[in-house]
């Protein structure tokens, strides 16, 4: 039986938006004219040290708001956009929104505005320049001076989005997602679960996020473990670890989620997993703590059976597990124990019986069968349905 959260048991019952019929010419122009959807900006420029004194101020920039990536840059990065300063090679203007008079989040430039904030708090220390080599090793405290004057008389942009583009909060909300994804467009190119995060702001996206933080999880997906300040100010084993980059860890909570849901299957992954996202915009408080406590008794129930093999698919012509988790095995494993967290006393007790015919499914099924080559909708329920069998047959000896 599959548990679900309250919403859950409605949430395919409503059609999404559908397409609204076609406007004329005359209803398009006066749509035009009225100023609807038009956005509201005003142009800054300011000397870096006085917008690094700015950020100081309480309440003057949200440098992460709930739609920017997780941070990206490592040392190297960050030093050669100084460096670009120091030479006066244009830097392109951050993007704002003014969120209340005189208080702003950042639409896009979360990651030059850490920069130049960490060079001039010291934290920063030079690396990888290209054009001024002999000022790698160096803080901006330890620079020459004439160096430090040249780099001080450097302004930053901005663009800032008025309150005014947006006529209340729901609006508003919209109006910084849009933006975003089109200022994202053209530069690092986002993943699909980096944009559902972008775009789909709701208490669930949040559980999503929360999910991943756990220990267990880190530590099965080869995610390093850190605390909440090493989170906001990302280590080099964590900005260079792409599961966490590109929030793929993300993705893989939202699977388990969504894949419980797999006879609503349609369109291939990414979309199916982008239609769950949508529909769980609504979901509340009680919805996120049922799912919350699913998944993590269905993950803990895992690790209890498989301890360090936990969603590492058995190699046939290695004869031996492999050393990583999978994402199609991940699948079908949780969705089959969410459903039989009842049985969790029998399934542990004969775990031992679990690893062997786990080990007999990859023995007696084709080449690919749990390792994700065919992510059709056929295929995903064959393999939910498979290890779902399996695990009834030792429940049930």
Not at 105 to 123: H, K, L, P, S, W
Not at 131 to 157: F, V
């Given at each position: ?14 059609q ?12 398009i ?12 900006t ?34 190297t ?61 160096r ?32 609006e ?23 944009i ?49 980059q ?15 849901h797999?006879e ?21 408080d009680e ?7 699913l ?6 129930l ?50 031992q ?7 007999e ?15 059709t ?6 393999r939910?349905?498979l ?8 429940v049930?000896?």
């Amino acid at each position: 039986m599959q548990p679900t959260a309250p919403s859950e048991t409605r949430m395919w019952q409503k059609q999404l938006a559908l397409p609204r019929q076609v406007p004329s010419d005359g209803e398009i122009n006066e749509k035009y004219e009225s100023g609807e959807q038009r956005i509201v900006t005003e142009s800054n420029r300011e000397k870096l040290p006085n917008f690094v004194e700015a950020l100081k101020k309480p309440n003057y920039i949200l440098l992460k708001p709930f739609y920017q990536r997780r941070k990206r840059w490592d040392a190297t990065r960050q030093s050669r956009l100084i460096e670009s300063f120091i030479v006066n090679v244009p830097v392109p203007p951050i993007f704002l929104y003014e969120k209340a008079y005189n208080s702003y989040e950042v639409m896009d430039g979360q990651q030059r505005i850490t920069a130049i904030q960490d060079f001039y708090e010291n934290r920063l220390v030079l690396k990888g320049l290209e054009r001024w080599p002999e000022l790698n090793g160096r803080t901006y405290q330890q620079l020459p001076s004439k160096i430090k004057s040249g780099i001080d008389r450097r302004s930053i942009s901005s663009i800032v989005l008025l309150k005014e583009s947006a006529q209340d909060e729901e609006e508003a909300t919209t109006l910084k997602q849009l933006v975003f994804e089109r200022l994202n467009t053209g530069g690092v190119k986002l993943s699909h679960q980096e944009i559902r995060n972008a775009l789909y702001q709701s208490k669930f996206n949040t559980l999503l996020l929360d999910l991943t933080k756990t220990p267990e999880f880190r530590d099965c997906w080869g995610i390093p473990r850190v605390t909440e300040a090493e989170e906001l100010a990302p280590s080099f084993k964590l900005l260079t670890n792409r599961m966490w980059q590109t929030m793929e860890d993300v993705e893989l909570v939202l699977r388990f989620f969504s894949l419980r849901h797999v006879e609503q299957f349609q369109g291939g992954m990414q979309s199916f997993l982008t239609k769950y996202s949508v529909r769980a915009l609504t979901f509340g408080d009680e919805d996120v703590a049922a799912l919350k406590t699913l998944f993590q008794d269905t993950f803990r129930l895992a690790q209890e059976l498989y301890g360090e093999l936990t969603f590492r698919p058995y190699n046939l012509r290695k004869g031996k597990w492999d050393r990583t988790p999978q994402k199609a095995f991940y699948d079908a494993v949780m969705v089959s124990l969410s459903r039989r967290l009842d049985t969790r006393d029998r399934l542990v007790e004969r775990r031992q019986r679990v690893l062997t015919m786990t080990e007999e499914l990859f023995v007696n099924n084709p080449s690919g069968t749990f390792t994700g080559r065919g992510n059709t909708k056929a295929d995903i329920e064959m393999r939910i349905d498979l290890f779902g069998r399996m695990l009834d047959a030792v429940v049930s000896e």
